[in-house]
């Protein structure tokens, strides 16, 4: 899971915060470049020139490439998304779908979108808890920004406690950030399915980024519980991510390569 603060509109900003609490959507602008799944962009600085040739009087055009590129290929179902506006953090949302593009059915004027449901957690509190600050390579002027920070993990701790509950629309299941930094100190920030280094292909852009999988989800648990980062905890690439997922029931990290290592070869 990954924790995003999202601009709900520079113009409309309320209205925006309540429309996306009552249609159940979160949404971003940038229209007139047309649907991201048609774009095949290979990386944000394709979307930021399509923005350019789309608005050419637009100064800021560098600003929505990245937030569009994370919006589209980098957010996922189960992240948590802080919606601000008015320079304020208004709320809570969880990502509950795949993006998609809807020029008939615009949330405030957007039709970049996604499905997603408002939380009572507090986006103060959520906030804070991930460190105050956004990720390593984000800017905070962009409209939708990865939080968080690395944090090295005490000495004196080899277990954190994790899976607390929260009353919300559904369940939201708490993780601890300590125990995801705790792991990519042990692992690093290569794929251990296939391999890949987002640093090694999109550089400085893509330094420190990877999804972390716990190999027992939370969600089958009946409370808190105490993880591993070295042993219930593993990095992924958002593809494998994915796969492991895909289906009933949640596929093995070995079960995985095994799989990649028989396509290779086929």
């Not at 852009?205 to 190999?215: A, P, Q, S």
């Amino acid at each position: 899971m990954q924790i995003w603060r999202l601009v709900a509109h520079h113009e409309q900003g309320l209205a925006a915060v309540e429309a996306m609490k009552s249609q159940g959507r979160i949404a971003i602008g940038w229209n007139d470049i047309g649907d991201l799944r048609e774009i095949a962009a290979k990386d944000s600085r394709a979307i930021t020139k399509a923005i350019k040739g789309a608005y050419p009087t637009l100064k800021n055009a560098h600003l929505g490439g990245p937030s569009l590129w994370d919006f589209h290929r980098s957010m996922c179902p189960g992240d948590l998304v802080i919606i601000s506006s008015l320079n304020a953090r208004r709320c809570v949302f969880r990502v509950t779908g795949d993006y998609f593009f809807d020029e008939e059915d615009q949330l405030c004027e957007y039709s970049h979108q996604r499905a997603a449901e408002l939380t009572d957690l507090s986006a103060e509190q959520l906030w804070h808890e991930v460190g105050a600050c956004y990720a390593d390579g984000y800017n905070q002027r962009w409209t939708l920004v990865l939080c968080g920070a690395e944090e090295t993990p005490q000495e004196e701790s080899a277990t954190y406690q994790e899976g607390s509950r929260h009353s919300v629309t559904a369940t939201a299941i708490e993780r601890n950030p300590a125990a995801r930094a705790a792991c990519l100190t042990h692992f690093g920030y290569d794929c251990q399915a296939c391999g890949f280094n987002f640093a090694s292909t999109y550089g400085e852009h893509g330094k420190h980024y990877i999804h972390v999988h716990h190999r027992v989800e939370l969600a089958s648990s009946d409370g808190p519980v105490y993880t591993d980062p070295e042993k219930d905890l593993i990095p992924l690439c958002p593809n494998c991510h994915a796969m492991v997922h895909r289906g009933k029931d949640t596929m093995s990290v070995e079960a995985l390569r095994q799989l990649l290592d028989e396509n290779k070869a086929s």
